[in-house]
């Protein structure tokens, strides 16, 4: 069967209700439950304001679904995944100490202790094993939190699901929590043909492999057919299987418990089991996640909007926190389309159509776009939906009451970090998705003839932190179709913040605008820092540097350059950049320290998959390409240099070719795999120091090799 509308919805509605689910629990995590009862008696809804939280956080439960399920797209879209390529995900994308994870310490964090195996050369089918590291360690939560979209890739097919599921959780987990992500798997893979939640369980209890998962499914089905109080329920489950019965810091029994009460107490209220998930204490934005994952592939879009407007605050937006930046600022409708790509290659469909990065073509989509929060003199407020929810076609579909002169509209989504927050307690990094010298294609039409005026725009950080704005050409909107191109302008090599659209009138405007689609994909024409960039020597963390998204264990600006990077093992990179970066130049003025290797990286897709020209020894240099584990030398020379002597290197990669200079010397290869096609650039140090004196990138123009 192929992957129908329907199908398609549904893994978007799953999505929707695993961050609805995260948001909702997250301010919460790690309170007692009598905490949370005194607090807020229970949470129909989100209390981050209250607490002086952000709603859109980084996550692990976010970050490492949608990161390892890269793993997929990764590998060619394999009939089945196994461990080994899922390790070798987790080694491409997770920042050591700071993405992802619970950064715990071996033998306290299954999932820290699993990546340091695979860190050492363990494959991901052994890294998380119970012989290896014990019966507690490998039996705690986090096989359940990542599962989500390998269980929405097989939509109707819970064995394929199940087996997908297993191999995510065996990376770091074993025994029952493997099984349990599993069952929850093939729950959530057969929920988008069945509603009824007796005929799920019985479809889907044949997925268990052990006694112990079996009585406690038993158990909670029992408990909660005789007693609907979510509060009673829990009050039985924490008696016999709460925290103080199963030892580790967040054991997978209990919480599996409370998942699975969560979904049976609410019946087919998805507002009341996310609650109930958020309410109950244990792990609740993991617990609230997979309620809200599965209650949206079952009860559908309708389901998440039976209740609160949950969709209305988040408006699509997530952060999936990884070492290749430039798809760490996300949105739903993104990540939605990955899972289905997935699911229609498992399926043996080709997908030929390519769409545009902010399509809006689910019911609801606005894609993160929302009244510009930077804007805060006189304006007219939008509201914001999708015209495919008024019979008026995909797209952003922006309603004016009282759009007149002196009161303009401004609606934007972030393409960078909110400069205005704080992001306290959360790992967050990521590059800009937008650059200067990118041309951004816009697509509009008004129910007017004669609509209002529209032009594009961008907020901007300079080196003082300070937001400015740069706007494009107006253009009058009619009913047909009005197509806008606006390049950014040059604004010296600092993170563009937000894209947005501005909208006037010199009369009175009521009425309606649908933004169709909005585009870039193109390499920047030029991207530049240069020279020293810090205001004084206590300036060690401005935001403009943040674009930079570092495994090294030290990068930063410096006051004798641009940049230094420090790194004590192999493989320290600082990478800026999308996957829109296809062939470019990269050059820099660099001086080592102590040093094993170092020199400028191209085409970076995480930071175990590459290409770099280095130099090592005082006189090698070299091409290589780096794939996951495997390192291949493409071209090799000699170039001498010394310690703290400044030589300019500057690398060209064009389709599978690529041209490399140092200290004089040229090196020219071709890579006939062509593994590498597209990503950001950056630097590479291996076992010491480099220091950095601008970074220049640019479009790549016609040449011969």
């Known amino acids: 069967m192929k992957i129908s509308k329907v199908y398609e919805e549904k893994i978007y509605a799953g999505v929707l209700g695993k961050i609805i689910g995260v948001y909702l629990g997250r301010p919460v995590e790690g309170w007692p439950y009598q905490a949370i009862i005194d607090r807020f008696g229970e949470i129909p809804y989100y209390v981050n304001e209250e607490l002086d939280l952000p709603l859109i956080v ?27 390529q899922i390790g070798e995900t987790w080694l491409n994308y997770i920042m050591e100490n700071r993405s992802i994870l619970w950064w715990g310490g071996l033998g306290n964090s299954t999932e820290h202790t699993a990546y340091l195996h ?9 890294s998380g094993s119970m012989e290896r590291n014990g019966p507690v360690l490998s039996q705690q939560i986090g096989a359940q939190i990542f599962m989500d979209a390998y269980a929405m890739a097989c939509p109707g097919d819970p064995e394929r699901a199940n087996h997908l599921v297993r191999a995510c959780a065996k990376v770091s987990h074993d025994g029952v929590a493997v099984d349990a992500a599993g069952f929850l798997g093939a729950l959530e893979a057969a929920a988008f043909d ?11 209890t044949k997925f268990i492999e052990t006694e112990e998962l079996q009585r406690l499914v038993d158990d909670v089905r029992n408990i909660c057919g005789a007693q609907k109080d979510w509060r009673k329920v829990r009050q039985r489950l924490n008696a016999k299987y709460g925290y103080h019965i199963y030892p580790g810091p967040c054991h997978m ?20 089991s996310v609650k109930i998930g958020a309410s109950a204490a244990w792990d609740t934005d993991c617990n609230a996640g997979n309620i809200g994952c599965f209650n949206g592939i079952r009860l559908g879009l309708e389901g998440l909007e039976a209740g609160p407007d949950f969709r209305g605050p988040v408006g699509d937006r997530l952060l999936v926190i990884t070492s290749d930046g430039g798809e760490g600022v996300s949105d739903a409708v993104k990540e939605t389309r990955r899972i289905v790509r997935a699911a229609k290659a498992l399926r043996g469909e080709t997908e030929t159509e390519a769409l545009p990065r902010f399509g809006f073509e689910y019911p609801g989509s606005v894609q993160g776009f929302q009244n510009c929060p930077y804007v805060s003199y006189p304006k007219c407020t939008v509201r914001i939906s999708n015209g495919n929810e008024t019979g008026n076609g995909n797209g952003l579909r922006l309603h004016f ?29 990521v590059s800009p998705t937008l650059y200067t010298g990118q041309t951004v294609t816009v697509t509009a039409d008004s129910e007017l003839e004669n609509g209002p005026m529209m032009r594009p725009y961008i907020w901007y950080a300079d080196r003082d932190s300070k937001a400015l704005f740069l706007s494009g050409e107006w253009m009058r909107l009619t009913k047909e179709a009005s197509v806008c191109s606006w390049e950014i302008p040059d604004n010296g090599g600092l993170p563009v913040l937000r894209f947005g659209l501005e909208f006037a009138s010199e009369k009175r405007c ?59 093992e192999k493989g320290g990179l600082a990478t800026v950049g999308t996957r829109d970066f296809t062939d470019y130049t990269v050059s820099s003025s660099l001086k080592f320290s102590l040093h094993k290797r170092g020199g400028l990286a191209v085409r970076c897709t995480g930071h175990r998959r590459y290409y770099a020209a280095v130099v090592s020894g005082g006189n090698v240099f ?32 064009r389709g599978n070719e690529l041209e490399a200079s140092f200290g004089g010397v040229t090196l020219r290869a071709r890579d006939e795999l062509a593994l590498q096609k597209c990503g950001g650039a950056g630097f590479l140090i291996d076992e010491g120091a480099m220091f950095i004196d601008g970074f220049l990138l640019e479009r790549c123009l016609e040449w011969n090799m």
């Open 622 to 653: 070299q091409i290589i390409r780096r794939y996951d584990g495997e390192e291949k030398v493409l071209a090799e020379g000699k170039a001498a240099y010394a310690q703290f002597e400044k030589h300019k290197m500057t690398v060209t990669v």
């Open 510 to 568: 009521r009425g309606d605008v649908f933004v169709r689609s909005i585009d870039w994909s193109n390499t920047p024409a030029r991207l530049e820092q240069k020279g020293i960039m810090m205001r004084d020597m206590w300036d060690t963390n401005p935001f403009w540097a943040k674009m930079f998204v570092s495994s090294a264990k030290n990068f930063a600006p410096n006051l004798n350059c641009t940049y230094c990077i420090s790194h004590d």
């Open 401 to 429: 009451d009282t759009l007149a002169q002196g009161a303009n509209a401004y609606v934007s989504a972030a393409t960078f970090l909110d400069l205005k927050e704080e992001y306290r307690n959360y790992e967050t990094y």
């Open 253 to 272: 029994i209990p919480n599996h418990a409370m998942v699975l009460a969560g979904i049976l107490c609410a019946g087919d209220d998805f507002a009341e």
């Open 118 to 126: 695979l860190k050492q050369g363990i494959p991901g089918s052994q």
């Open 58 to 84: 980084a996550d692990d439960d976010i970050s490492g679904t949608f990161a390892f399920f890269r793993a997929m797209e990764d590998h060619g879209f394999p009939q089945a995944i196994t461990e080994d």
């Open 194 to 204: 069945e509603r009824d939640l007796d005929t799920l369980f019985r479809q889907c």
